[in-house]
């Protein structure tokens, strides 16, 4: 079992930053990737930014430029800076660590972006 352990969320102004972080423990082996996802109210998952255990990172075209995912390997920990934060980014948030033999998904932690 992997366990994921978010945190960092809150309630930020437009154009203001947060980080988040999730941190795996448990049964890790050679974890690949690692990766934030969202969810907002009647809307389906979708991907946020995910990096590759070499460091390789892709982005959602809506937050590329703004948000910056980077991952700690000895810590099995990864980071989610978002920065200029728009209405349109609040969400629930959720960590995605795939392995060799598992995917586990992190309880989510809310962003909301309002003045």
């Known amino acids: 079992q992997v366990q994921l352990v978010e945190s960092g969320g809150g309630l930020v102004q437009p154009g203001g930053s947060l980080r988040l972080s999730c941190a795996a423990s448990?049964?890790?082996?050679?974890?690949?990737?690692m990766g934030w996802y969202r969810q907002s109210p009647g809307k389906q998952r979708e991907l946020v930014a995910v990096?590759?255990?070499?460091?390789?990172?892709n982005y959602a075209a809506s937050v590329k430029g703004r948000f910056t995912i980077s991952r700690d390997n000895a810590k099995n920990t990864a980071y989610l800076q978002m920065n200029s934060l728009k209405p349109e980014d609040t969400a629930d948030y959720y960590c995605?660590?795939?392995?060799?033999?598992?995917?586990?998904w992190g309880q989510g932690t809310q962003v909301t972006v309002s003045s």
């Open positions: 990096i590759t255990s070499g460091g390789i990172a």
């Open positions: 995605n660590v795939v392995g060799l033999s598992f995917s586990s």
């Open positions: 448990g049964s890790i082996f050679s974890i690949r990737t």
